[in-house]
């Protein structure tokens, strides 16, 4: 308990007493009463500790000021210890939360200029799929129109057949004897002669076949797009193979790898009737493989052709290398009389020289002299025996 609640106490206690007190004098005993005396000396016995007791309490209320104030003191100390570790803790998280907050902004600056050039790329795709989107609508309108897209598989076809093939060998919107006009024929030599080409593309057909969901709406576009090439294998084989003015045999161009894929995954009948009827399905990738073989049977034809002309030019250049050996020969028998003839000169310009030398020197008649003479003579007659090089 605290001093006050000590003085409290035994304030309420001398009240008491003092109360027990007179009312016990109120009562009308008189004052020799031995209780009343004894009450009276506990009284006075109270008074007196409480006297005591009130001077320990001043001096414990001396000791508890005096330890308040140093606690006061030691605790105002802590609190500026602990207000200037606060400040420091303070000035520090507030430089750390700066430099995050800079680095996060220098990031999130990094961040945006990244997500604008993101966005700006996404916005120029976003344009090109729009302007995609755009043209394939357009690319779909086109591909509507049954005169369009024929024109537009002719074109591909003719633009394969102009980079494969020489001129001379094809001709585009050929008329046959029988008033059908073809797409494209290729001459080959005899086999097999002429070959038509058409172009076919069963667009409808093959995009109710790719749009079909359930079972019955696809069993219903197989049928379509069945029956779409058959007819169209018909039409050619009865329109462009004719016994003796064509070949056995023609050439459907399907400007679409896609359908060319689906008629021989799903289709394969269609393909064997193609072949039954000698039509034979062609892609732009097959028809460039086709052609290739077309090609080197034309070159190889053409080399036939020109087999007697080479074999009349060989003969010709044979007939000069006979010609050009007879005159080497020739040369060569000039070139040996031309040798005899040096040879004898030299033989007779040796005689000469050795009459001379005589002539000059018949006066003389000394042993040193003579002698002279002879070796000059042998000299000659040694160059004379020496053997002129022969022309090669």
């Known amino acids: 308990m605290s001093v006050g609640e000590w003085v409290v106490i035994f304030a309420a206690v001398a009240v008491a007493v003092i109360a027990l007190v007179l009312a016990l004098r109120a009562g009308g005993q008189s004052q020799n009463d031995p209780r009343l005396t004894q009450v009276a000396e506990t009284a006075a016995k109270l008074a007196e500790t409480q006297a005591l007791l009130t001077g320990r309490l001043s001096q414990m209320a001396e000791s508890q000021t005096a330890s308040q104030a140093r606690m006061a003191e030691q605790l ?4 500026r210890s602990v207000t200037k570790m606060l400040d420091e803790r303070l000035a520090e998280v507030t430089r750390r939360i700066g430099e995050n907050l800079q680095k996060t902004s220098d ?7 990244l997500l604008q050039e993101r966005l700006a790329v996404i916005d120029a795709a976003q344009k090109n799929i729009s302007e995609l989107s755009a043209e394939v609508v357009s690319l779909q309108d086109i591909l509507s129109n049954k005169q369009t897209r024929g024109a537009i598989g002719q074109t591909q076809m003719e633009d394969l057949v102009r980079n494969m093939l020489p001129p001379g ?7 046959l004897t029988n008033g059908k006009r073809a797409d494209c024929i290729i001459r080959l030599p005899n086999p097999p002669g002429v070959i038509a080409v058409d172009s076919k593309y069963p667009h409808e057909a093959f995009m109710l076949l790719r749009a079909a969901t359930d ?65 034979y399905i ?3 990738t097959t028809l460039m493989a086709t052609l290739n073989t077309v090609r080197a049977i034309l070159k190889d034809a053409r080399m036939r052709e020109q087999t007697h002309i080479i074999q009349a030019e060989i003969g010709k250049m044979m007939e000069d290398v006979v010609r050009l050996d007879k005159r080497v020969g020739a040369l060569a028998t000039h070139f040996e009389q031309t040798q ?11 005689k000469i020289i050795k009459r001379g030398v005589a002539i000059e020197n018949i006066q003389l008649e000394t042993p040193a002299l003579e002698s002279a003479v002879e070796s000059k ?7 004379e025996e020496t053997p002129t090089p022969r022309l090669q």
């Open 107 to 113: 990031k999130s600056a990094e961040t945006m200029g």
């Open 169 to 175: 060998a094809f001709e585009f919107q050929y008329t």
């Open 76 to 79: 105002h100390i802590q609190e």
């Open 215 to 279: 079972e019955r709406s696809r069993t219903i576009a197989e049928q379509a797009f069945r029956s779409d090439v058959m007819k169209h294998i018909k039409d050619i084989a009865e329109k462009y193979i004719i016994p003796g003015e064509t070949a056995d045999s023609a050439i459907m161009f399907v400007p679409a790898e896609s359908v060319f894929a689906e008629l021989h995954d799903r289709f394969p009948g269609i393909v064997e009737e193609g072949f039954k009827r000698r039509v």
């Open 377 to 383: 003579i042998d000299l000659l007659l040694a160059e």
């Open 340 to 350: 005899k003839d040096v040879s004898e000169i030299r033989t007779s310009t040796s």
């Open 282 to 284: 062609v892609s732009p």
